[in-house]
């Protein structure tokens, strides 16, 4: 690896941090951004000639710093030729406190971020596209609408957060569970997006998986006594036991079902169960909380075939009742397929079909093309798995939707 790659690879790595550590410095997110920008810009231009630093990452941050007091200072100044002329008052000239930690830097962002002047989406994106690395793409497949439409968001976010002269600091204790619900909806879509990525040749991004899980411990450290904090780590930690067991030697994707169960991580199933343990104490499951439960059936099944789908499908009306929307349904209809066969199960998919719901969700016509392959519709598989092939930005799942496609062509 070059010089040039290693730096864009540490900055991949460092760049959440470094916006996290700079927005509670300058108090702006935009300019967050172009100063972490700025110091990706001096690494590749001092690191070929002087060499990689020992500690890259660090280096990356002080020197963003600098840049960021340096802001501060001509801010100040500007500021107080204003005030000279009657524009503005003055302002005391002093340098933030660049090392006042209030739990974790990226969570403090993730909860500004998260404010009631923003809508949900666009806490959401503007979080994820801040600190979860992911593109328009990615974030526009994760709320299922389009990339411009995502761009507008992130940019009304931004523009909202100077204008408001919102604070980056953690919300008083009282207010932070009113803001939960889109924190844990962050944590979660980042965790998502890691587990299953939404373009490029990776059936997984694993790092945005253990990043997720980092943050949902944290949290849960902030706020033990929320169920669905709980209910997130849950979710999480047994989503992510499978990780290993899901894309074969090739880097070719392997199915729930086609899982070599001896691979996964029995350590997370272990944290990620008594996680949901504590969900259940603590009061009613919630959303994330009933998906744990779903996810701790596949963990305590030690082969495909013990696993309680009956249970699943149970798991899955409740959450219909409790969060309802067609992803949900989506999956109940699968589910029903297994506990109670192919025929029952594209029954409710095409109840689903028949309303236009998910039209661009790869997943519906994957779905569907299983039952009916199941059933022996073997035609109107293939162009159900064809459909889906054509509807994915993943490579790896675009070859798996395809040899599925295939399977007893003529």
Not at 34 to 52: M, N, T
Not at 360 to 375: F, K, N, T
Request: aromatic residues 4%; contains cysteine; negative net charge.
């Amino acid at each position: 690896m070059d010089v040039r790659d290693t730096v864009e690879a540490v900055f991949r790595i460092e760049s959440a941090r470094l916006v996290a550590g700079l927005a509670r410095i300058v108090r702006d997110v935009g300019l967050a951004e172009e100063l972490a920008q700025d110091a990706l810009v001096i690494a590749l231009e001092q690191w070929p000639v002087k060499g990689v630093p020992d500690d890259p990452g660090p280096w990356l941050m002080a020197t963003a710093k600098h840049r960021a007091v340096d802001a501060l200072r001509r801010r100040a100044n500007y500021d107080r030729k204003l005030a000279v002329l009657g524009a503005a008052n003055p302002v005391v000239d002093e340098e933030p406190d660049l090392d006042d930690h209030i739990q974790d830097d990226l969570l403090r962002l993730i909860f500004t971020a998260c404010h009631p002047a923003l809508s949900t989406e666009s806490q959401v994106a503007l979080v994820l596209r801040t600190l979860g690395g992911l593109g328009t793409g990615a974030i526009a497949r994760a709320f299922l609408t389009t990339e411009a439409t995502v761009s507008q968001r992130i940019l009304r976010a931004k523009r909202t957060l100077a204008v408001d002269q919102v604070q980056f600091e953690l919300p008083p204790p009282a207010q932070l569970p009113v803001r939960l619900s889109a924190v844990l909806g962050v944590v979660y879509l980042i965790f998502n997006e890691g587990y299953s990525a939404a373009a490029g040749d990776d059936w997984a991004r694993p790092q945005l998986c253990e990043e997720a899980i980092r943050l949902g411990r944290v949290l849960a450290g902030l706020l033990p006594s929320e169920p669905e904090v709980h209910g997130l780590c849950a979710l999480m930690e047994l989503q992510a036991a499978r990780i290993r067991a899901r894309t074969a030697p090739d880097g070719a994707p392997v199915l729930l079902m086609d899982q070599d169960r001896r691979l996964w991580d029995r350590l997370l199933i272990r944290r990620g169960l008594a996680a949901l343990a504590a969900a259940e104490t603590l009061g009613t499951l919630g959303p994330y909380g009933l998906q744990a439960a779903i996810a701790a059936c596949h963990a305590r099944a030690l082969r495909p075939g013990d696993t309680d789908w009956a249970r699943i499908v149970a798991l899955y009306q409740l959450l219909a009742h409790v969060a309802p929307s067609a992803v949900v349904r989506l999956n109940l209809a699968v589910a029903v397929g297994m506990a109670s066969g192919p025929a029952a199960g594209l029954e409710l998919l095409d109840e689903l079909t028949a309303t236009g719901a998910l039209p661009s969700y790869p997943y519906l016509p994957a779905a569907r093309g299983d039952l009916l392959d199941r059933l022996g519709r073997r035609d109107e598989a293939r162009a159900e798995f064809a459909r889906a092939a054509a509807l994915t930005g993943n490579e790896r799942e675009r070859a798996l939707f395809r040899a599925r496609a295939e399977q007893g062509a003529p």
